[in-house]
């Protein structure tokens, strides 16, 4: 039982390049969401999904696409990478047991971007 | 949106010593409220979660928070600082299905 996984782990990126962000959880859990995290700011939401097939935006979505055409997998993607975008990546997933419900962490992309 | 602010970006703290940890909410109904921590180059781990059920909610590795609707806060404590603890810990409300985190407070132990 692997949890969350994230690949890569770290990627330097040229401006303007693009790359995606692969997110895989083996707990067959509805939701997954993607943060990004920037010092002294925490863990701002990008984007998430509450199912296969479905994503929405979160507090910083420009610059970012998604999308979860299984359920175990949420990709995050930058179609043009842009020095802003240097960050820490994380992926998250949850079951949706009535707010109760704790977010399993991946272990992080560190993303750099020239 | 509801939204939490964590006092203090950075406590230090000896060996042995209280950890306390100070976290404020805005909601103008009941939150759940949690507390995750970060060992370094790594992910975040949930140290324990508010649902109301109980006002002091005890968690893992010997931390326990304090629901004060009063005070509006969830601050986190630990009676006795261990060099393990150096960590960044995180405090989250629940919006909807989402978290939003206050920006985090770095934890140094010293010998």
């Known amino acids: 039982n692997a949890g969350v996984t994230q690949t890569p782990k770290f990627r330097v990126l040229k401006t303007g390049q693009s790359m995606t962000l692969l997110c895989a959880q083996d707990?067959?859990?509805?939701?997954m969401y993607w943060y990004r995290q920037d010092p002294g700011m925490g863990l701002r939401l990008i984007h998430y999904?509450?199912?296969?097939?479905?994503?929405a935006k979160g507090e910083v979505p420009d610059g970012y696409n998604v999308s979860r055409l299984k359920k175990q997998n949420f990709l995050l993607g930058l179609e043009s990478a842009a020095p802003s975008q240097t960050s820490v990546y994380f992926c998250?997933?949850?079951?949706?047991?009535?707010?109760?419900?704790?977010?399993?962490f991946g272990p992080g992309t560190r993303l750099l971007v020239l | 949106a509801q939204s939490v602010t964590q006092l203090g970006s950075h406590v230090s703290v000896s060996e042995g010593a209280l950890v306390l940890l100070r976290c404020n909410y805005s909601?103008?109904?009941?939150?759940?409220l949690f507390w995750y921590v970060q060992y370094p180059n790594q992910g975040l781990q949930l140290l324990l979660k508010?649902?109301?059920?109980?006002?002091l909610v005890k968690g893992i590795n010997g931390f326990e928070a304090e629901f004060k609707k009063s005070e509006t806060s969830f601050h986190l404590t630990k009676p006795s600082a261990h060099m393990s603890d150096a960590a960044e810990y995180f405090c989250?409300?629940?919006?909807?299905?989402?978290?939003?985190f206050g920006a985090g407070t770095t934890v140094t132990v010293r010998a």
């Open positions: 508010y649902t109301s059920a109980a006002t």
């Open positions: 989250a409300v629940r919006n909807d299905y989402k978290l939003s």
């Open positions: 707990m067959n859990h509805e939701y």
């Open positions: 998250a997933s949850s079951l949706p047991t009535s707010g109760q419900e704790t977010q399993y």
């Open positions: 909601s103008s109904v009941p939150p759940y």
């Open positions: 999904s509450v199912g296969e097939g479905t994503t």
